[in-house]
């Protein structure tokens, strides 16, 4: 399990920064990744079929989710799951309010694992187009220039019974250019 993973969340740091956070949801659904290799998202949904160990061309769970401080959105979070992990009425939950980890370690001892621990990989980049789209007709803000910060991120959890390690959420994450993430003391 994870412990104290509060004190690392984006909810936590804003609060420490004493600034407005709120979470929009953008999507939640049971389906096939993205064919269109054109799509922003392509690649990162085929990693996360392939970290999943899922089967092309299967469904899983999307969890997108804008993070928005003080009215600028400055975090979109898309969340990958194995369906076969959690409950058939996972997305009837609020994930504009509830815990994706908070929720994993509900569910692990059920599904037979618990929750281990993260890797993330961070790259900067230019806002794509999807972003830019998002940014300026559903926040009516100027997405010229933005320069993103991408983590990609596997949260591992261990099989109960088998003891094997396996990638329980692949996320891609992109921070937008107006926020301070810090990270202290974080547990390995």
């Known amino acids: 399990m994870i412990r104290d993973h509060n004190s690392f969340s984006f909810a936590h740091s804003a609060e420490a920064h004493r600034r407005n ?7 939640k659904a049971l389906r096939a990744p993205i064919t269109d290799e054109e799509h922003p998202y ?3 949904e085929q990693d996360a079929v392939a970290a999943l160990g899922l089967t092309p061309g299967l469904e899983f769970l ?5 993070r928005v401080l003080d009215d600028e959105p400055s975090a979109f979070h898309r969340a990958y799951l194995n369906p076969m992990r959690l409950p058939p009425d996972f997305l009837e939950h ?3 309010v509830e815990s994706l980890i908070d ?3 509900q569910y692990g001892p ?11 990989i961070l790259t900067a980049r230019g806002a794509n187009l999807y ?10 803000k100027n ?13 591992y959890a261990r099989d109960a019974v088998k003891g094997d390690l396996f990638v329980l959420e692949f996320l891609k994450a992109s921070y937008l250019d107006h926020w301070k993430y810090e990270i202290k003391n974080r547990p390995a």
């Open 110 to 120: 059920k599904y037979g694992y618990a929750v281990e621990h993260r890797d993330t």
């Open 131 to 140: 972003e830019t789209n998002t940014i300026l007709t559903r926040y009516k």
């Open 42 to 44: 392509f690649e990162a």
């Open 21 to 27: 956070l709120r979470t929009e949801v953008i999507e």
């Open 94 to 96: 609020d994930f504009a």
């Open 143 to 155: 997405p010229h220039g933005r320069v993103v910060l991408d983590a990609e991120q596997r949260l």
């Open 103 to 105: 929720l994993y370690n």
């Open 62 to 66: 999307v969890i997108v989710r804008a």
